[in-house]
């Protein structure tokens, strides 16, 4: 625990040192601004990631700094969540291993630091998935429970996550001493406990005339030859995801490494090997594949980051099947270079970006923020109630705005439902602009009927003022 611990700090400077900004497509901030409405749903996704990111932001300060450690905790808690399904199936020396290799894997890296509804699913499926064989080997009520409620949360954080559920079916179909606990009244409990964790969101689905199914058939359509290539992209993709994590696996082995890259191969296309790990890691890829060919989905490759929360375990446990030793305390040597490579690596990815003036590296989204914020105070005297404007730009003026500022999306108001017109000229609002936004300009003129003010920032980092960037904001004035 204590290396992934470390792992968690370094990836979180890490990613201090890489980025300007928290993520150039803005989903970061646009969870933060949908999560402290603490809606039963929003209109593009379930709520789960949205209500960590609130409960994170209620007591973590508004920083780049704290979102980075919230998306390396989650990452750790997915770790963790691995090792503990690795514990079922190996000695607790070994399932240790299966946290540390997946660790350096890009899936619970460099792509979990990008907090979304895709790596929110790094921390619940491997719970789940744990809950699930826990259930599986005991009957415990107590699994059964926890089997249900985490279940319902992976789907309240993606609807993707059904690819794990039926994953987990199939798992327990195709293992004889699994099959018949779906047949045992316990198996009601988990069924209960799903029920209860859904409900609010299938009332929220039912009341607002099911939006979020809206959005998530836009991703399907195409020929199925597309599909079927997709596919193959995606699973070469995930083979070179998991390709360090084989490596550093490698790396513990004592001797006979040869024979044991051979066997962990085999491994993933020899079921025998051991089905019930089989199952858990291969399940997911063919349940993905067998949905992308019938619904002819074009899927992309960071869909599946969550999915092989199994593959390591598996590989542990017939290595050590097969009478292998495994040298766990070579992991700190292996880390440790591991770590240094990253923390040199992101340190030039940042310097560099910042030299070429990147937007990731020079958009003065946190300066905009704190010029805003200051305008509005000397104008009224207190906070900016709501923002509007150029989506990533008003989104992170209420980010950085320690909890007190709303985000109103004026070219899809449907999407903020909790603010009406009415309640921007109530409480007043500030929109701001890009320069070359032509759109939110006109409209913000129209709305608010004022004059706009131009704003000049610039971002300053590796001691070096970066260009400066010009936006546009106007005023609608608080109702007295």
Same mark, same amino acid.
């Given at each position: 625990m204590a290396l992934l611990l470390v792992h968690a700090f370094v990836w979180t400077f890490a990613a201090w040192l890489s980025r300007g900004n928290l993520d150039v497509q803005g989903d970061m901030i646009e969870n933060y601004v949908w999560g402290i409405e603490w809606q039963a749903g929003y209109a593009k996704h379930p709520p789960l990631f949205a209500w960590i990111t609130a409960a994170w932001f209620s007591v973590a300060p508004h920083t780049d700094m704290a979102y980075f450690a919230l998306s390396a905790l989650n990452a750790f808690a997915g770790l963790l969540g691995i090792v503990a399904l690795a514990k079922r199936f190996v000695p607790l020396r070994l399932a240790a291993i299966a946290g540390l290799a997946m660790a350096v894997s890009p899936l619970y890296s460099n792509l979990a630091i990008k907090f979304n509804a895709n790596s929110v699913l790094l921390s619940f499926w491997p719970w789940t998935a744990y809950f699930f064989v826990r259930y599986m080997q005991t009957r415990?009520? %107590?699994?059964?429970?926890?089997?249900?409620?985490?279940?319902?949360?992976?789907?309240?954080? /993606?609807? *993707?996550?059904? &690819?794990?559920?039926?994953?987990? *079916?199939?798992?327990? &179909?195709?293992?004889?001493?699994?099959?018949?606990?779906? *047949?045992? #009244?316990?198996?009601?409990?988990?069924?209960?406990? #799903?029920?209860?964790?859904?409900?609010?969101?299938?009332?929220?689905?039912?009341?607002?005339? *099911?939006?979020?199914?809206?959005?998530?058939? /836009? %991703?399907?359509g195409g020929t199925l030859l597309a599909a079927v290539a997709r596919f193959g992209v995606y699973t070469l993709a995930q083979i070179g995801y998991l390709a360090v994590s084989f490596v550093v696996t490698l790396l513990l082995v004592r001797g006979r490494r040869g024979q044991a890259a051979r066997l962990m191969a085999a491994s993933v296309v020899k079921p025998s090997l051991n089905p019930d790990l089989w199952w858990l890691a291969l399940g997911p890829l063919i349940v993905v594949g067998l949905i992308a060919t019938v619904a002819k989905t074009q899927m992309a490759s960071v869909w599946g980051m969550a999915q092989w929360f199994a593959i390591v375990p598996l590989w542990l446990a017939v290595l050590d099947r097969a009478g292998f030793a495994l040298k766990p305390e070579c992991a700190v040597r292996v880390l440790a270079g591991y770590w240094l490579i990253v923390l040199m690596g992101t340190a030039a990815v940042g310097y560099i970006g910042a030299r070429r003036n990147t937007d990731d590296a020079a958009e003065p989204r946190a300066e905009l923020a704190i010029a805003a914020h200051e305008l509005w105070n000397h104008r009224f005297g207190h906070d900016i109630p709501v923002v509007a404007g150029s989506i990533h730009e008003a989104q992170s003026i209420a980010f950085y705005s320690e909890g007190h500022t709303q985000f109103w999306d004026m070219s899809e108001p449907e999407t903020t439902p909790w603010l009406k017109v009415a309640d921007l000229s109530r409480r007043g609002a500030l929109f701001v602009c890009r320069k070359s936004d032509a759109s939110c300009i006109e409209a913000s003129e129209r709305i608010t009927g004022a004059l706009p003010i131009t704003l000049t920032v610039n971002k300053y980092a590796w001691r070096r003022a970066l260009p400066a960037r010009d936006y546009l904001l106007f005023v609608l004035i608080p109702a007295r």
């Open positions: 415990s009520w %107590r699994a059964a429970i926890a089997l249900g409620a985490l279940a319902a949360a992976t789907i309240l954080g /993606k609807y *993707f996550s059904v &690819v794990l559920l039926i994953a987990l *079916f199939l798992a327990a &179909v195709a293992r004889p001493a699994w099959r018949g606990r779906l *047949f045992e #009244c316990r198996i009601l409990l988990v069924a209960a406990a #799903c029920a209860v964790v859904l409900a609010p969101h299938i009332h929220w689905l039912v009341t607002h005339h *099911f939006p979020t199914l809206a959005y998530a058939d /836009k %991703r399907t």
